[in-house]
T-cell receptor
């Protein structure tokens, strides 16, 4: 069973640019969550999608956005990049639906973004 | 928003030592407490704890939850160099629509095991 796949694995951007990251969840998983990991702040929740709908959003500025497609694949976009956006962006999938517990999250290996 | 605090933040031991990692949490609609191990990139699941006093065990790792005192510990016995990693504790809580997919993580404990 394939795991959560994230692309690209590494990327370098400059301030002001925008970036799009992609996440393919485990087959059958309909919930996709995104997290930002930095040395100072640890893992912080960005947002969660289920059946193409954003159900939950963390405390990040509007420059951070995402979407989910009908095949459950998800993308997140960061516009007008700032130096502080340099981080490891992790995607996680789960079976969760609104009727069930959130349960275990299965993480991808992340996309390492460096903003210069 | 609930806060999760881990201690110590870093720990250096030698192979064969036993370590205890701590995690305290706040309780607002608590649902479960999870432990993850992060070696290089992807955090990998270790344990999910929902009931107080019931130890979960996997090989040399074990974990227990105390819902009265609001903490959990992760024990690793006979440590090996392969145990070197960041150990993350996370709280899952039930707040209806505002909790979907959201785990609140502690800052992690960096464990280094020397040969």
């Amino acid at each position: 069973k394939a795991g959560v796949t994230q692309t690209p694995r590494y990327l370098i951007k400059t301030r002001g640019q925008q970036v799009t990251l992609s996440c393919s969840p485990i087959s059958g998983h309909r919930s996709v969550s995104w997290y930002q990991q930095t040395p100072g702040q640890g893992l912080q929740f960005l947002f969660e999608y289920f059946s193409e709908t954003q159900r939950n959003k963390g405390n990040f500025p509007g420059r951070f956005s995402g979407r989910q497609f009908s095949n459950s694949r998800s993308e997140m976009n960061v516009s007008t990049l700032e130096l502080g956006d340099s981080a490891l962006y992790l995607c996680a999938s789960s079976l969760a639906s609104w009727l069930q517990d959130t349960g275990e999250l299965f993480f991808g290996e992340g996309s390492r973004l460096t903003v210069l | 928003e609930d806060k999760v605090v881990q201690s110590p933040l870093s720990l250096v031991v030698h192979e064969g030592d036993t370590v205890t990692l701590n995690c305290s949490y706040e309780v607002t609609n608590f649902r479960s407490l999870l432990w993850y191990k992060q070696e290089k990139k992807a955090p990998t699941f270790l344990f999910m704890l929902t009931s107080s006093g019931i130890e979960k065990k996997s090989g040399r790792l074990s974990s227990i939850l105390d819902k009265k005192e609001l903490f959990s510990i992760l024990n690793i016995t006979a440590t090996q160099t392969g145990d070197s990693a960041i150990y993350l504790c996370a709280e899952d809580y039930n707040a209806g629509g505002t909790s979907y997919g959201k785990l609140t993580f502690g800052q992690g404990t960096i464990l280094t095991v020397h040969p």
